[in-house]
T-cell receptor, first 111, second 113 residues
Framework: GEDVEQSLFLSVREGDSSVINCTYT??????LYWYKQEPGAGLQLLTY?????DMKQDQRLTVLLNKKDKHLSLRIADTQTGDSAIYFC???????????FGKGTKLSVKP | ETGVTQTPRHLVMGMTNKKSLKCEQH?????MYWYKQSAKKPLELMFV???????ENNSVPSRFSPECPNSSHLFLHLHTLQPEDSALYLC????????????FGPGTRLTVL
């Protein structure tokens, strides 16, 4: 079955890099996504990557995809306190174009 | 602002009440979704609509009844809910473009007493 796994917590110091990891099971997924959810808010799309790419960079965000190992990571450079949130990995895997989400990784940034 | 709005943002209801959640998207998308977000669980897909037609009902109990009158509006009608239905209900929309990105509303925080 389809499954997306993430570690639940990550704590870093302000200014350091954060790396959030995700594994997925559906090798036919064409797109993989990272969403951010701040307290009391909905999900904000951060970035996505097509499965034929192995890296995508967007300002402070770097997405790495290892399709062989079905491993996706999100690196946030120069992490700020405003980056504290829950980060969800998702794959486009449903039969109706829906997304399959992980449980989310709670990123805490300490000053 | 993602272009997807949801009302109300918070709702408290008793088990015998009937209420409706509303979602509206201003993005010209043709697909709309309802997800349920409960504590410590992944987001669960509930319903999918494509061009106003329901194409997915992910084994959702009949006490949840969706309605999609047009491509821009989506409702979730609630009746005789249970306390375990308390959760954040998120609406999303998408267009089958290259990335098929889904844009989410802020959610309705539902508490069933």
């Amino acid at each position: 079955g389809e499954d997306v796994e993430q570690s639940l917590f990550l704590s870093v110091r302000e200014g350091d890099s954060s790396v959030i990891n995700c594994t997925y099971t559906d090798s036919s997924s064409t797109y993989l996504y990272w969403y951010k959810q701040e307290p009391g808010a909905g999900l904000q799309l951060l970035t996505y990557i097509f499965s034929n790419m192995d890296m995508k960079q967007d300002q402070r965000l770097t997405v790495l995809l290892n399709k062989k190992d079905k491993h996706l990571s999100l690196r946030i450079a120069d992490t700020q306190t405003g980056d504290s949130a829950i980060y969800f990995c998702a794959e486009l895997g449903g039969s109706q174009g829906n997304l399959i989400f992980g449980k989310g990784t709670k990123l805490s940034v300490k000053p | 602002e993602t272009g997807v709005t949801q009302t109300p943002r918070h709702l408290v209801m008793g088990m015998t009440n009937k209420k409706s959640l509303k979602c509206e998207q201003h993005l010209g998308h043709n697909a709309m979704y309802w997800y349920k977000q409960s504590a410590k669980k992944p987001l669960e897909l509930m319903f999918v609509y494509n061009f106003k037609e329901q194409t997915e009902n992910n084994s959702v109990p009949s006490r949840f009844s969706p309605e999609c009158p047009n491509s821009s509006h989506l409702f979730l009608h609630l009746h005789t809910l249970q306390p375990e239905d308390s959760a954040l209900y998120l609406c999303a929309s998408s267009h089958p473009s290259a990335g098929n990105e889904q844009f989410f509303g802020p959610g309705t925080r539902l508490t069933v007493l």
